[in-house]
């Protein structure tokens, strides 16, 4: 990539303008975008080869950007769906706050896809229940663990206790098993 074409990738107009300010103001829009929209395999995977574009861009234009190391972020579910809640929740919440404070768009591009690897592992728990309900955008983990929490009163604390037809009245974990659904897509 040349500098007029990074300067043309970057949408830059004049020679003057702050590169520095300007990735700084780039990263944390993509850190933000990370944060707020849901985890969907082939959108996050689009807009990393995006911000891999954009770091070749900065790179051409003098912005040096490294890898730092991160802590291995692992999990272990198992066939209790509240613990796997917790678990999930914990993970998601380290991985999006390491994004957070992701300072180059090479540490956003190493950790984002971890954040993409849990929703799958977790969605997999899910993926052999069919459920018809509509989807929102934003669902309130507390209302899911109410729901986790009724069910477990009703004693269905593993998968394969777990039948979604005789749980119709759980509505905001129904709606999560169908967001859980699209992830993979």
Do not use: C
Not at 54 to 68: P, R, T
Not at 151 to 180: C, G, M, Q, S, W
């Amino acid at each position: 990539m040349t500098v007029n074409e990074a300067r043309a990738y970057l949408s830059l107009s004049a020679e003057t303008e702050n590169i520095q300010e300007l990735y700084d103001e780039y990263l944390f829009e993509q850190k933000l975008y990370f944060r707020n929209k849901p985890a969907i395999k082939s959108v996050f995977l689009k807009k990393i080869s995006k911000i891999e574009l954009a770091k070749s861009a900065f790179e051409v234009l003098g912005i040096k950007d490294s890898l730092m190391n991160f802590p291995d972020i692992l999990w272990n579910f198992n066939q209790n769906i509240l613990s796997n809640f917790h678990e999930y929740h914990q993970k998601k919440n380290t991985i999006l706050q390491l994004i957070f404070h992701s300072k180059e768009l090479t540490e956003l591009m190493h950790i984002t896809p971890k954040l993409v690897d849990l929703e799958i592992s977790y969605s997999l728990l899910w993926s052999k229940f069919e459920v018809n309900s509509e989807i929102i955008s934003k669902i309130d983990p507390m209302q899911v663990l109410s729901d986790l929490k009724k069910l477990e009163l009703r004693n269905v604390k593993n998968y394969n206790e777990f039948a979604p037809e005789e749980h119709l009245d759980l509505i905001y974990l129904n709606t999560e098993i169908a967001r859980l659904a699209l992830v993979n897509r």
